[in-house]
């Protein structure tokens, strides 16, 4: 029997766990179509552990952790984030889902629903109507997932991957929407 993820914010203790979590699951999911170089500069700049307790302590973040059990370490993530919001971005009180991974050993087990199910309850609880997201146009899994969950494409904007500029697609949905 498949356990229900349990979701809950994450903790400045969290942080290196977190961290951990946020390099190796980057890496998994664009490391093998990308260099080396641009993913271990794009991991050092955004994932270390300075980076996101700074990050944690912002009140515009908001992360997410996804366990399977709750004394095993955190299996995904999401960070919701206010303050930016994509010029395409048509929506009423927008909320960025700035991030969402699921370790490898993990997929298959609801943990993404989870926790995009736990986002779009976040969203609703601070009065936003719309959730928003940017996805690597060659990210076809990615793009699949979000539109199972009623996103759609809005537009886009480059993304730097260390050196390599690249397309991302700008998604929404509204948080009210039927998925």
Known sequence: MIEQ????PARTGDV???SALAARTFKDAFGSENADDDIQSYIRESFSAERLCTELGNPDNLFLLAFLAEADPPVGYAKLRTGTTDASVRGACPLELHRIYVDRSAIGRGVGAALMQASFDTARRGGHETLWLGV?????QAISFYKRWGFEVVGDHVFRLGSDDQRDLIMERPVNGAA
């Open 16 to 18: 290196g766990q977190l």
């Open 5 to 8: 993820p349990h979701i809950r």
């Open 136 to 140: 690597w146009e060659r990210n076809e």
